[in-house]
């Protein structure tokens, strides 16, 4: 069984999901449509009444929610015995409530529609009363007496809309580059201290409590942890040890090259020249788009193994190129040269805007058509040219804004580099 979330309902759509709830096109002709504490007839006149007698005929009017079946061949009087089961012990104590059957799709479900004030003491709905995941339970049980299917242990770790959104699109999200530093440290580990070890070298602080249910990990730079499970749901506890011991038998046997080490030469980078030859804000700005792969890179990092700060800035690529362009072709490398393009770009939108006030009141006047023609093209450019200005001067701000923070985390960037480096120093490498 799927048991949605609930909708609200504003001041202006009452009537309109009671008609969409009760279509006689989807529910047979009317034939699978019921009504708990009120007719199905008279269904908004009951609703609006309940709340005219409490004085609540404001805000949030009624909730719309559904409930569906995994099975497709259960019949539309079973679907709405159980709609209106389900409806009456949640809701029907104290609330008037359309219940309705949908059959023009291949899974039957069922529609409600409950007042959002209750016609017992006039309190309105809230807390665990519109908390869909406190019904799961009245949900199964009915399942489970009527023989129909349902999940007994479902697996919680799907993540939000908004991720999945971005995930869909090829946008990096804080998700979907956690899953990718965990596949690739579960491919090359054998046991939890070495995925542990491996994790904080990609950026990653693992968790592993086995008091609690779940394993998390936290992004470098954040104190908010993702459990694995909702990166995926075969990264349980169970689901990573297996992994790991069958890395042992799978991985070939290691070659040990340690009696042999030549000397490697670290050669100046574009990244070095950039460091080198630039100042100021745009320094910094040049130096993020290069690490990002933005300019002068032939292939783009990893993202795994980018420093967590530089992890940070990979959902606002787009942008970051934008404002690198912008600096670049107005010469800006200061926060006076950048504080002096926005006084430019404020005065000139002054200016457009002004000229097309005046060409608005030159079109109200009684001029001829090709004249009046005229003048709407030139609103049009004027118009087209502001919202370029508006943007530019948007990114402006955001520099701004973002100049100093990006400055700070530069340089923990290269702090860490540099004791990578010294590390490294003791091994044979040499600059």
């Not at 989807?26 to 609006?48: H, Q, V």
């Not at 219940?99 to 003491?121: A, G, K, L, M, Q």
């Not at 290069?290 to 890179?297: A, E, K, N, Y």
């Amino acid at each position: 069984m799927a048991v949605s979330k609930l909708w609200s309902i504003n001041e202006s759509g009452l009537s309109s999901v009671l008609q969409y709830a009760a279509n006689p096109k989807k529910t047979n002709n009317k034939l699978y449509i019921s009504g708990i504490n009120c007719e199905p007839e008279t269904a908004y006149e009951e609703f609006t009444a309940v709340k005219r007698s409490y004085a609540k005929a404001d805000g949030i009017e009624a909730y719309h929610g559904y409930l569906s079946f995994k099975e497709q061949n259960i019949t539309p009087e079973l679907t709405m015995k159980i709609g209106t089961e389900f409806a009456q012990e949640v809701w029907g104590k104290r609330f008037q409530i359309l219940v309705t059957v949908h059959t023009d799709t291949e899974h039957p479900h069922c529609h409600f529609v409950i007042n959002s004030v209750s016609f017992v003491d006039g309190k309105k709905l809230w807390g665990e009363e519109k908390a869909w995941f406190k019904f799961k339970q009245t949900a199964d049980r009915l399942c489970e007496k009527y023989g129909l299917y349902y999940n007994p242990k479902p697996v919680r770790g799907r993540s939000s809309s908004y991720h999945y959104n971005r995930e869909k699109k090829g946008e990096p999200t804080r998700y979907l580059l956690a899953r990718e530093a965990m596949e690739k440290a579960l491919l090359q580990c054998t046991n939890t201290a070495d995925l542990r070890y491996t994790l904080a070298k990609l950026g990653y602080e693992l968790t592993m409590n086995d008091r609690r249910k779940y394993w998390t990990i936290t992004p470098k730079g954040s104190k908010k942890p993702i459990r694995l499970v909702k990166l995926s749901a075969d990264y349980t506890p169970e689901g990573i040890r297996h992994r790991l011991v069958n890395n042992r038998y799978d991985r070939p046997p290691r070659i040990d090259y340690r009696h042999y080490r030549p000397k490697q030469y670290k050669l100046p980078t574009c990244g070095d020249r950039i460091l080198q030859r630039t100042s100021g804000i745009y320094r910094i700005y040049l130096y993020y788009a290069f690490r990002l792969g933005v300019i002068h890179s032939y292939r783009r990092p990893d993202p795994a193994k980018l420093h967590w700060i530089f992890k940070e800035e990979l959902a606002y690529l787009d942008r970051l190129s934008e404002e690198v362009r912008l600096m670049g072709r107005e010469k800006i490398s200061t926060d006076v040269e950048l504080l002096a393009y926005k006084h430019k770009l404020e005065d000139r939108i002054q200016t457009f805007s002004d000229e097309r006030s005046d060409l608005r009141k030159h079109s109200r006047r009684k001029i001829s058509a090709d004249e009046l023609k005229e003048t709407k093209d030139k609103i049009t450019h004027i118009t087209i040219n502001l919202r370029k200005l508006r943007h530019e001067l948007k990114l402006c701000e955001h520099i701004a804004e973002r100049s100093k923070v990006m400055e700070q985390g530069l340089e923990t960037v290269l702090n860490d580099e540099q004791k990578t480096r010294a590390k490294n120093k003791s091994r044979g490498y040499e600059r």
